[in-house]
């Protein structure tokens, strides 16, 4: 089974042809092919490649969809003061199908 291991946003995520994975939102349209820049490691089992600190590998990807993910509450008590915020969060995300690595 062939697979990257490839950074976006800061965060790296494990690629592997025809999955789908969630990345922090891209500024791409729907439908559009979308290149990773950086990857990281490549590996095609046991022929394993290690970048320093990237690979010379191209890993495209195609846009599906740009989804919300699940709500996160935080809320601040303090008591004895009457003091309670209650607050929320959504953080979006684009999904990417792995179309090909290399």
Known sequence: M???IVESGGKQY????GSTIDVDRLAFE???LFDFDRVLLVADGDDVKVGTPTV???VSAKVVDHV???KVLSFKYRPKKRIR???GHRQ???RLVIESIG
């Open 2 to 4: 062939k697979f990257a």
């Open 14 to 17: 494990r690629a592997v042809e």
């Open 30 to 32: 729907v439908g559009k």
């Open 56 to 58: 010379g590998v191209k």
């Open 68 to 70: 919300k993910g699940p």
């Open 85 to 87: 915020v209650r607050g």
């Open 92 to 94: 979006q995300y684009t």
